[in-house]
C-alpha cells in the first residue's frame, strides 16, 4: 500500500455551529461511520496558515518569540501568519509574513513541508516554506505597525543544528516551528534539491 494521505469525505447527515469568531468556527457534524452508525464530532474549522523557516547564509534560522495566550507560554516560532487575504498565493502571504515581523525579504522560495495541525479537532492547514537569499528591509520602507502580542517581539537568529537540538530535547514547541526546523535539516543533507517549488499544489 502505497503510503501517502488521501481525500475522504463520510457523509454528514447534520452540523450544528457553536460558535464562530474572527479566525474560526466550532462546529458539531454528525458523521455516519462504519456499520451504518452515526457519530457526533466537535472540531474547529479554521482559514489556515503558512510559516517561514527563513535560512540565512551561515545556515542558521531566523525564529521570533511571541506570547501564546492558550497555553501561557513566550514560544519560540517561525515568522508565520493567517491566509486572511482571499485569493492571494500562499508564497506571497508568506513572504509579507516574513516582512511584517522579521523586517527581511528572501530570493529564492520553496514549499517545504506540509502539516495538518491537529487533525483531530480542527481543519486548520499549515504550509511551511523555506526561504533563502535574504535581506533586511530598510525600516522606511517597510510600513507595519505591530499591535498586541506583536509589540516588542523578540527575533534571534539559531543556527540550524542547534534549533534541532532544541526541538528534540523540548526547549521549542511550536508545532510548524518543530516540523520546520527538521525538515529544513532533513532538506539540508541534499542541498535542499528534492524540495517542491513555491506554488506547489496542496494534496
Excluded: C
Excluded at 26 to 39: H, L
Excluded at 46 to 69: C, F, K, N, P, T
Aim: net charge negative.
Amino acid at each position: 500500500m502505497k503510503v501517502q494521505d488521501t481525500p475522504e469525505a463520510w457523509e454528514v447527515v447534520a452540523s450544528v455551529e457553536r460558535f464562530k469568531g474572527r479566525v474560526f468556527q466550532v462546529v458539531t457534524d454528525t458523521v455516519r461511520m462504519p456499520g451504518d452508525t452515526v457519530a457526533d464530532r466537535d472540531y474547529a474549522r479554521h482559514v489556515g496558515s503558512v510559516a517561514v523557516v527563513a535560512l540565512d547564509e551561515d545556515d542558521r534560522v531566523l525564529m521570533i518569540r511571541q506570547y501564546r495566550h492558550a497555553v501561557r507560554r513566550l514560544l519560540w516560532e517561525l515568522p508565520a501568519g493567517l491566509r486572511d487575504v482571499e485569493g492571494e498565493p500562499l508564497a506571497e502571504t508568506a513572504a509579507r509574513e516574513l516582512a511584517e515581523e522579521a523586517g527581511h525579504r528572501a530570493a529564492t522560495w520553496h514549499t517545504l513541508v506540509d502539516l495538518l495541525v491537529s487533525p483531530g479537532m480542527t481543519d486548520e492547514r499549515i504550509r511551511v516554506f523555506l526561504a533563502r537569499g535574504l535581506t533586511p528591509i530598510p525600516e522606511e520602507e517597510n510600513g507595519f505597525v505591530p499591535q498586541h502580542e506583536e509589540i516588542g517581539m523578540a527575533v534571534e537568529w539559531v543556527p540550524l543544528a542547534e534549533a534541532v537540538q532544541h526541538a528534540l530535547t523540548g526547549m521549542i514547541h511550536n508545532s510548524p516551528a518543530v516540523a520546520g526546523i527538521l525538515a529544513a535539516y532533513a532538506a539540508s543533507a541534499e542541498g535542499f534539491t528534492g524540495l517542491r517549488p513555491a506554488d506547489a499544489p496542496e494534496a
